[in-house]
């Protein structure tokens, strides 16, 4: 496992001040130091390798306590990898106790409800792993960097679209992953931090390679020049909504193998942190389970 004041580099903690200048999205190194340079991508392959076998565990002893569930939350830039990490993270887990979402552009019905009525319908199930790839996120994002997005969830009365009507989502959303943790939901976020030029170098390999082509869409390169305002906007949710209950996660990108190994990681240890436990046998049921025995036993 990553040690636990590796994985605190990347926890937002709630109240204080947060800026991603402060997080490196190239960040490979530290809390491997003891295994030399040459070493690093190697024990961060080790750590995934293990957490996913983990993790198989975890979520099967989830799946059979059947009390809590578990959401996980991606939010990227386009090419951070977000598709990538869910697909090796998750590649060892039952299909059965696992549901991904991915959100589109909203619909009419969608716009025609509140900005959360969309995700709410896709919670995971109590003993299920969710996730979001893409979230209620991008109505504090996208729409907050193309405020014409809101389109009839825009302000009444003509009321100015600026701090305080993004102040009053955030508190919209933390009440919303409050109520999510009362009732049994743990959530996860995670931000993807790749850089402006590692974003870069992917657009032109997606260019260079025919069968990456399909990945490449121009309204990606279109809003690659909205980077700055972008990064505020991320700033700005993640400071005001990482709480105790639904903590963010700021996890280096620029490297691949340290993504998925430090979200498999916190994935694995928060679940297996929960109060689980298999479900207990009644004196009834151990009677019918001793029947069947002699039955198989005698056949």
């Not at 997005?149 to 679209?161: E, H, I, Q, S, Y």
């Not at 690659?224 to 280096?252: H, K, L, N, Q």
């Not at 620029?254 to 998925?260: I, L």
């Not at 297996?272 to 436990?277: E, K, N, T, V």
Request: charged share 30%.
């Amino acid at each position: 496992m990553i040690r636990k004041d590796v994985i605190d580099l990347f926890r937002v903690a709630p109240g204080k001040k947060f800026r991603l200048k402060d997080h490196n999205p190239g960040w490979k190194q530290e809390g491997f130091e003891d295994f030399g340079k040459d070493a690093v991508k190697e024990r961060a392959e080790e750590v995934l390798a293990r957490s996913l076998a983990d993790l198989a565990a975890a979520q099967e002893l989830l799946y059979a306590d059947g009390r809590q569930s578990v959401l996980l939350v991606f939010q990227a830039m386009d090419a951070a990898g977000k598709d990538g990490t869910i697909k090796h993270v998750m590649s060892g887990v039952n299909p059965q106790g696992c549901q991904v979402f991915s959100f589109k552009k909203p619909s009419a019905e969608d716009l025609a409800h509140n900005f959360l009525w969309r995700y709410t319908k896709c919670l995971p199930e109590r003993g299920r792993i969710g996730i979001f790839n893409r979230s209620y996120y991008e109505d504090v994002l996208v729409v907050k960097v193309h405020p014409e997005l809101l389109g009839r969830n825009a302000p009444r009365d003509g009321d100015k679209v600026g701090k305080k009507f993004w102040e009053g989502r955030y508190e919209d959303i933390n009440a919303f992953e409050r109520h999510l943790a009362r009732n049994g939901t743990v959530v996860l976020k995670f931000f993807l931090n790749v850089s402006k030029d590692e974003q870069k170098r992917r657009f032109l390999e997606r260019l260079d390679r025919p069968e990456k082509n399909w990945k490449f869409s121009p309204s990606d390169l279109a809003e690659r020049g909205y980077w700055d305002d972008y990064m505020r906007a991320y700033e700005d949710a993640i400071a005001a909504t990482s709480t105790d209950a639904a903590p963010w996660y700021v996890v280096p990108a620029d490297y691949k193998w340290v993504t998925r190994a430090v979200v498999a990681d916190v994935v694995t240890t928060t679940i297996r942190g929960l109060d689980l436990a298999y479900p207990e046998v009644s004196p009834e049921q151990k009677k019918l389970l001793a029947e069947a025995r002699k039955k198989l036993d005698a056949e």
